[in-house]
């Protein structure tokens, strides 16, 4: 079983700032990309921002220089810096991982998984 666990999101003035976290946990073998989607009312969900296990980055335009992407790598652990928060960027976030399943005995399996997802709400 692997699980991506998010904390961080809430409510926060125009202007201001968060940090999302997400955390993978499970038999995992390797971690490629890991990435943020959000889906606003009404919308479909669209990537934000995502990262490969290389340091690779790739940002919507809506909030690149003001939304900063990292990992932990040894911690299995993404982040989500989001600066000058606009009311646009309310939605859900949702952490995505493109990984690798341990099942033992040198098997693995491929997987695409996600978080529960965690609000953002920028409202003054």
């Known amino acids: 079983q692997v699980q991506l666990v998010e904390s961080g999101g809430g409510l926060v003035q125009p202007g201001g700032s968060l940090r999302l976290s997400c955390a993978a946990s499970g038999s995992i073998f390797s971690i490629n990309t890991m990435g943020w989607y959000r889906q606003a009312p009404g919308k479909d969900r669209e990537l934000v921002a995502a990262?490969?296990?290389?340091?690779?980055?790739n940002y919507a335009n809506s909030v690149r220089g003001r939304f900063t992407i990292s990992r932990d790598n040894a911690k299995n652990t993404v982040f989500l810096q989001m600066n000058s928060l606009k009311p646009e960027d309310t939605g859900v976030y949702y952490c995505n991982a493109d990984l690798l399943q341990s099942l033992g005995y040198n098997r693995y399996l491929p997987l695409d998984v996600w978080g529960q997802g965690t609000l953002v709400t920028v409202s003054s």
């Open positions: 990262q490969t296990n290389g340091g690779s980055t």
